[in-house]
């Protein structure tokens, strides 16, 4: 799925369309844990967090704005 797709489907959650977070919550949970390994590998002696606490928080974040506010 590319760009234009996830952006279609934020559109359709802006409009109040529940059940487009049935396809693009997976996507943005799935690509948020790639980039938090990807990122923990490079700062593993940084942070004292993993991958799935980093992308949960991250998600959970995501979750409690309103689709159209994202960018």
């Known amino acids: 799925m590319g760009m234009d797709d996830i ?3 934020l ?11 049935d396809q693009f919550y997976p996507l943005v949970y799935d ?13 593993a002696t940084l942070t004292h967090l993993d991958a799935p606490a980093l ?8 979750l409690g704005q ?5 960018q």
Not at 31 to 43: G, I, K, P, T, V
Not at 66 to 70: A, D, H, N, R, V
């Open 31 to 43: 690509e948020l844990r790639r980039l938090a390994r990807s990122h923990l590998r490079r700062q």
């Open 11 to 21: 559109d359709s959650l802006a409009a109040g369309k529940p059940e487009a977070g």
């Open 7 to 9: 952006t279609l489907l």
């Open 55 to 62: 992308v949960h928080e991250a998600y959970l974040r995501l």
């Open 66 to 70: 309103q689709p159209g506010s994202w």
